[in-house]
Structures are given as C-alpha cells and as structure tokens.
C-alpha cells in the first residue's frame, strides 16, 4: 500500500473518543418511560447512537407523533444534562489526540450529539483546542448524508483524498463512503467488527492509541498547521 498524504482527521465522538453508550441509553430509556411508551432494549437503543436524536427516536418509534417526538427529545435532553454522570474518554484518546494535533494534523469532530451536548463534553475532557472545527447532527443532515463531512473539508480547504473518517459505526464508514472519504473504523464502539468491514475501511483498530502508530507507517509526514 503506497503511502497517502492525509491532512484531515476527523473523529466521530459517542464510541470513537469518548465512552457514552451507558449515559446515552439509560438517558433514552428513562425518556421513554417518562412517557410511558413501550419500552426498547439497550440493543435496540445502542445499535442507533452515532444517529442524531430525532432520527434514533423515528427509527425507534416509526408511528410516533410530531409531539411525542418533540416531548421525547425533550425528556432525553432533561436526563441527560440534568443527571450528570461522569463520561470518560476512551484509553489513550486524550495523549493520541494530542500527539496528532503536535503532528500537525487537521483535527475535526462530526457527531451526531447535540451542540450543547458536544460541547458540555469538550470542555469537560479539555480537548477543544485540539480541534481545528467540528459539525454536530442538528446543524447539517444527519449520518451517512455526506453532508458533515463536506461542510468541515469546505470550511477547512481541505480535499476528500486528503481526509480520513475514524468512526465506530456504520454511519460513520457510509458517511465517508459518501463523501469520497477513506475511513478508519475502530472496534471497540457501538457496532461490531464484521459490520464495519463490510464498508472496507482502511484498517479496523482496537484502541485509538494503534491510530497514531498506523499513521506513522502507512502516510506521508504533513506539513505543520497553524492553529
């Protein structure tokens, strides 16, 4: 494989940096129960994090109303930001996050989490002046529209053969797909191994640590970049 000179990176957050499935889906179940709708697994709940709200809520409840949809966003919102627990970072994520960001690396976020959500959780793990921009669900189309991705390379100048996607789950590697972008696909998060192979990701790595040290022998040094 020869080496490809990659200037973006760009982290999805729920699974990939920072590990969320257990405030995401008790959060949700306890939104569902405040309404007392039918009660989803944390299968059924977990398979659709990396989604934005609205989405996961009309996969999870297809005949749900405009209002239930509205209350129910609503009541998660509640949960989740009024019951804080703490959330940790993946192993290794705040030191690799670093070492690219000394590499000199374009770093970015696309998320399917809120703004408030996104950014409660970057002050809170003190990574935000790593990121160079970062798109959330509600201000652009939702996972896999390529939509977040091509906002970022616009804002930054950036090329789809010069940025790599690192994601957790099929979303993620659909989204890159979409936009032209390889991808890195990380087992540890919401989906499983042989899913995310299915989308032909450069590499499936086991811990984001493995990243930094991929990089360093399948690319080309980039140039340093200003912050």
């Keep these: 494989m020869s080496k490809k000179p990659f200037k973006l990176?760009?982290?999805?957050w729920d699974g990939t940096l920072m590990d969320s499935q257990a405030r995401i889906v008790t959060r949700f179940q306890a939104a569902i129960a405040d309404l007392n709708m039918e009660k989803r697994s944390v299968a059924q709940?977990?398979?659709?994090?990396?989604l934005g709200a609205e989405t996961v809520i009309t996969t999870l409840f297809p005949g749900a109303s405009e209002q239930q949809c509205v209350q129910l966003?609503?009541?998660?919102?509640?949960?989740?930001?009024?019951?804080?627990?703490?959330?940790?970072?993946?192993?290794?994520?705040?030191?690799?996050?670093?070492?690219?960001?000394?590499?000199?690396?374009?770093?970015?976020?696309a998320t399917g989490k809120s703004r408030k959500g996104l950014n409660e959780a970057l002050v809170d793990?003190?990574?935000?002046?790593?990121?160079?921009?970062?798109?959330?669900?509600e201000e652009t189309s939702d996972k896999p529209n390529p939509h977040m991705l091509q906002d970022i390379m616009d804002e930054l100048g950036i090329l789809p053969s010069e940025t790599l996607m690192i994601g957790d789950t099929?979303?993620?590697?659909?989204?890159?797909?979409?936009?032209g972008v390889a991808s890195v696909a990380v087992s540890y998060g919401m989906h499983d191994k042989t899913t995310l192979l299915t989308y032909n990701p450069l590499i499936c790595i086991d811990n984001l640590p493995?990243?930094?040290?991929?990089?360093?022998?399948?690319?080309?040094?980039?140039?340093?970049?200003g912050n």
């Design 170 to 179: 099929e979303y993620d590697l659909q989204m890159a797909k979409n936009a």
């Design 73 to 109: 966003i609503k009541r998660y919102r509640h949960h989740f930001f009024n019951a804080h627990l703490p959330t940790p970072l993946f192993p290794g994520v705040t030191e690799t996050v670093q070492t690219l960001h000394n590499a000199g690396y374009w770093l970015a976020v």
């Design 125 to 137: 793990t003190h990574l935000s002046p790593l990121f160079h921009t970062t798109r959330c669900g």
């Design 45 to 50: 709940i977990r398979h659709l994090i990396g």
């Design 210 to 225: 493995a990243l930094s040290t991929w990089l360093q022998a399948h690319t080309e040094p980039t140039e340093t970049i």
């Design 9 to 12: 990176l760009v982290f999805d």
